[in-house]
């Protein structure tokens, strides 16, 4: 293979070698094919520690160009977004360290990456007070999360983060495992002080089974697996409970993991085993790349971007509070 003058191009030509090279050269056409195919709804599949190892703004450019439709993310990606919003940095550091030095000196680890628990307390305590102002009342974590997005736009307009754009723009972001997180420690936190919000999670699964029921078609991108990956899968299954519109899986499908199929994890599970559920298309353009997500997002997302990616037809705006 010849070295390449853009990322757009160089992925081109690694769909055109071997192994994984290859599998993440593929992804990029069909992430691109979906990205242009008439009345495609795309979700993204978020976990791992994305925000804290950098990607955030990879994630950010993804909503901006409307390359995503809604996120399911895991609670401590979103916290560390939010974080990150409200000027608590995460740092390079090292894996090589004493924690127990560490924990003396207050500094938390995410395998190379550090941060300040005091400053991570401070915005459980944030999240918690304005939980609490909220009052008595009961919301999905989308509800919740663009709230929480508008108000911390307001706070720090300086600030930037996945949360504040998609409240912006209207894009869903659910957590179905809000309580674990930051998130849900500041909440958990308020509600024994005597806060009364309710995250009513069912309404969450609820709320993104519609989203796709009203699809003609869905395109899921996932980096890597856990409780986001199930969480959308599923909606494929829900509709047909109760008799429900059933569009009969996913049409497209995108899976950057590192975990393998042979431990029987969902993280690692094929989407020709989904196809066994109905979650996926047998015919879908499907693909998983074995690769760390902090190598295949950026270049995925510059190629896209180089490439002028378009969308051929935005979704409607399916959520107005």
């Not at 179905?176 to 936190?189: C, E, F, N, R, W």
């Not at 309404?203 to 990956?229: C, R």
């Amino acid at each position: 293979m010849c070295p390449a003058a853009s990322v757009d191009e160089l992925l081109d030509r690694m769909s055109r070698t071997g192994f994984q090279g290859r599998k993440l050269g593929e992804s990029y056409h069909i992430y691109k094919e979906m990205i242009e195919t008439p009345g495609i709804t795309i979700l993204l599949g978020l976990s791992g520690a994305m925000i804290p190892a950098g990607m955030q703004e990879c994630l950010i450019s993804l909503v901006e160009h409307r390359y995503v439709d809604a996120i399911v993310s895991t609670g401590a990606n979103i916290f560390h977004d939010i974080c990150e919003h409200l000027g608590v940095k995460h740092y390079q550091g090292t894996h090589l360290v004493n924690d127990a030095e560490l924990y003396s000196r207050g500094i938390d680890r995410i395998y190379d990456v550090f941060a300040v628990e005091k400053e991570f307390q401070n915005i459980e305590r944030y999240i918690g007070n304005f939980g609490t102002s909220l009052g008595d009342v009961r919301l999905s974590s989308r509800a919740f999360l663009k709230l929480l997005g508008e108000k911390i736009a307001s706070d720090r307009p300086e600030g930037r983060s996945v949360t504040s754009v998609c409240a912006k723009h209207n894009v869903p972001i659910h957590v179905p495992a809000l309580a674990d997180s930051g998130i849900g420690i500041g909440l958990v936190t308020a509600c024994r002080c005597g806060a009364k919000l309710v995250i009513d999670q069912i309404a969450d699964a609820s709320e993104l089974a519609a989203f796709v029921e009203t699809s003609e078609k869905t395109g899921v991108i996932y980096l890597g697996g856990g409780t986001p990956k199930n969480f959308i899968q599923q909606t494929e299954v829900i509709p047909p409970m109760k008799g429900d519109k059933y569009i009969g899986g996913h049409s497209y499908a995108i899976q950057y993991t590192t975990d393998a199929p042979h431990w029987g994890g969902l993280s690692g599970c094929t989407f020709e085993e989904a196809v066994s559920w109905g979650k996926e298309l047998p015919d879908a353009k499907k693909l998983q790349c074995f690769c760390d997500a902090t190598i295949a997002l950026p270049l995925i997302v510059s190629a896209l971007i180089t490439a002028n990616a378009v969308r051929y037809r935005l979704v409607e705006e399916k959520y107005r509070n």
